[in-house]
Structures are given as structure tokens and as C-alpha cells.
């Protein structure tokens, strides 16, 4: 009976870490995004307008080539309203990048490694091109959780320090985890592209999210 009650105890214990180990993972990390997020919100805020030059609304922009964040730097602010959904997106798309929030898809240049950025030019809200954004999905706040909600015409806004942008989805699809177009910034019109893990609590796939530019304001 000693031994019994011993590995019961033994049992109930492993149990309880297992549990508070589960909840640390989904719901501890959270808190800590959610203060990142503060603080990257206070830094976005603060930070002086870049001007760049907007005729047609509807036309693709350039931004600055001297604007290079930094890793983990706020770069823009994301909404989306199907969603219920505002995040400061971060520059970088590392481990550490996504415990604070979203993150933009870099070039390659210093603070950045293969596989995590690009040969090609990075592109911003408002530009010709690819903004690539990838994001959790369970942990680390979960930005992208209900990402599968979105369809064809939903809204996603995109607030940057040259200017606000709408883009309207045009489409989603599973694809793998290795699929290497995802990351591929290339394209003759302004998009977005959405990209995290699928199924939820599992890597196996990619679930990916494309937008087109609508205009800017």
C-alpha cells in the first residue's frame, strides 16, 4: 500500500507540472507579449513621421532605403476588424522577434541570418511588392489564432510612420511547412501575405493568408 500511495502522490505531482507547464505555455507567455506590446506601442508612437512621396492613393509608394529597423523594432501597426485584432508588428521573424508580437519579413543585412530574411528587397505597407508578416498562433499572445476566420474581401489595415494602407483578402491556403514562395517578396502589385502554423497547436503545415492593396489615406 506504501508503495502505492507513494506512486499515486508521485503521479499526482507530474500531473500538476504537466498542467502548470500547459498553462505557463498558453496563457504566461501571453503576459508577456502583452507588456512587449506596451512598450512597443510607446516607442511607435513617439516616433517622427517618414515622408515619402503619395500621389494616386491607389498607386504603390517608396519608402526610404535609409529606413532599417532594427531586430525586434515596431515597424507598423496592424488591424484587423474581422478579428478584432491590433498588434505592433516587430522587424524580424526570429524566436525572440515573435514572443513580442508579429513579425516582418527582413532583408538580409546586419541582425539578420538565413533563413530568416531575404536576398531580395524587403517590402513595406504601400510599396510594389510582398509584405510578409508571420505570427503565433497558440503561444506568445496568439496573434494569428483565428486567422482561418478571414475570407475573400475582409479588411486588414496597416498603420505605418509614411502612411495608413487597406489591403482586402483575396485568399487563403494550407501549404508546407517548408514551402519556400511563402517568403518570397516578389510580385508586381502591393500585397500581404499572412503566415503562421496550421493545424493550431501543431507545425506540420502553413496556413497562408493573401491580401491586395486597396489604397492608402
Known amino acids: 500500500m506504501t508503495v502505492l500511495r507513494t506512486l499515486g502522490k508521485l503521479l499526482i505531482s507530474v500531473g500538476v507540472g504537466v498542467l502548470l507547464f500547459v498553462a505557463w505555455t498558453l496563457w504566461g507567455t501571453g503576459l508577456a507579449t502583452s507588456r512587449a506590446q506596451e512598450g512597443l506601442e510607446a516607442e511607435f508612437n513617439a516616433a517622427?513621421?517618414?515622408?515619402?512621396?503619395?500621389?494616386?492613393?491607389?498607386?504603390?509608394?517608396?519608402?526610404?532605403?535609409?529606413?532599417?529597423?532594427?531586430?525586434?523594432?515596431?515597424?507598423?501597426?496592424?488591424?484587423?476588424?474581422?478579428m478584432d485584432f491590433t498588434k505592433m508588428v516587430v522587424e524580424g521573424v526570429s524566436t525572440d522577434d515573435l514572443k513580442k508580437g508579429p513579425g516582418h519579413y527582413p532583408d538580409c543585412r546586419e541582425g539578420f541570418e538565413k533563413p530568416l530574411c531575404t536576398d531580395a528587397n524587403e517590402v513595406w505597407p504601400g510599396e510594389r511588392g510582398r509584405v510578409i508578416i508571420s505570427g503565433h498562433r497558440t503561444t506568445y499572445g496568439a496573434p494569428f489564432w483565428a486567422l482561418d476566420r478571414l475570407s475573400e474581401g475582409d479588411e486588414i489595415r496597416l498603420e505605418t510612420r509614411w502612411g495608413d494602407f487597406t489591403y482586402r483578402v483575396t485568399g487563403a491556403e494550407v501549404v508546407p511547412p517548408n514551402a519556400t514562395d511563402i517568403a518570397n517578396p516578389d510580385s508586381n502589385r502591393p500585397e500581404l501575405v499572412l503566415t503562421t502554423c496550421n493545424p493550431r497547436f501543431s507545425a506540420t503545415e502553413r496556413l497562408v493568408v493573401s491580401a491586395e492593396m486597396e489604397g492608402a489615406s
Open 48 to 82: 517622427d513621421p517618414i515622408g515619402v512621396s503619395q500621389g494616386d492613393p491607389t498607386e504603390p509608394i517608396d519608402v526610404p532605403d535609409s529606413f532599417k529597423p532594427g531586430p525586434g523594432d515596431p515597424v507598423f501597426r496592424m488591424e484587423i476588424p474581422k
